[in-house]
């Protein structure tokens, strides 16, 4: 979006561990994860194999973090693994000026799954600016596997917080520009999953992708 590709850790941990190299470890995966990244190339400077050939131009924020952390529905839940109920992102789009943040988990206290929005110049320019926190619902114990920014709205990938043996793993949702409630989409249907021990199906939407469309 707005000619820069932004690319999202999880911010979210592993398990805290009782040993300590174990938890030194996990302590920093998880610090590792906590950034956005800000990507600018030359998209004429890719060779026929998909690989860059021109410089690229990469700026880092931790920003975030603080705006997480500053979020009263979301701030017990950072730091907490995803096994827990805690914050993980799998989702970020562009628009109008700002950062849309899909998380998987939390669920929050009335079942709806999360997105807060940031302003980029905010995230990477220092300038200051407000978060701003939108609730969904998904459907029961369902959090955000991905997010796109489609027309004047978004298009949502919905699955559980934590993956089922068997079952549902995600469905399509859409949604309003203003982040209203979503609905689901009668275009993207859901995907279930046998059991693999039985039926070896592991079949699973695990992001979507916008296509340029044809006109004429």
Known sequence: GDGYFYVIGSHGRPRHEVDAMKEARNEAQ???SRYVFRVAFDLNAVDRNGRLTGAIELKPSVELQTFITAEPALASF??????????????????????????RGPLLTDDTAAILSVPLETLFDGRQGAAQLHCLDLGK???????????????????????????????????????HQAAHSSILRRVRRGNPATSGDRTAIEGVVRLATARG
């Open 30 to 32: 998880a610090k590792a």
């Open 78 to 103: 950072f730091d907490r693994a995803l096994e827990e109920n805690g914050l993980t992102i799998e989702g970020v789009a562009v628009r109008d000026g700002r950062l849309y943040v899909g998380m």
């Open 141 to 179: 114990g369902h959090g955000v596997r991905d997010i796109v920014s489609f027309e004047r709205g978004f298009l949502l990938l919905a699955g559980p917080v934590n993956d089922p043996p068997n079952g549902e793993i995600g469905s399509a949702a859409a949604a309003g520009s203003e982040g």
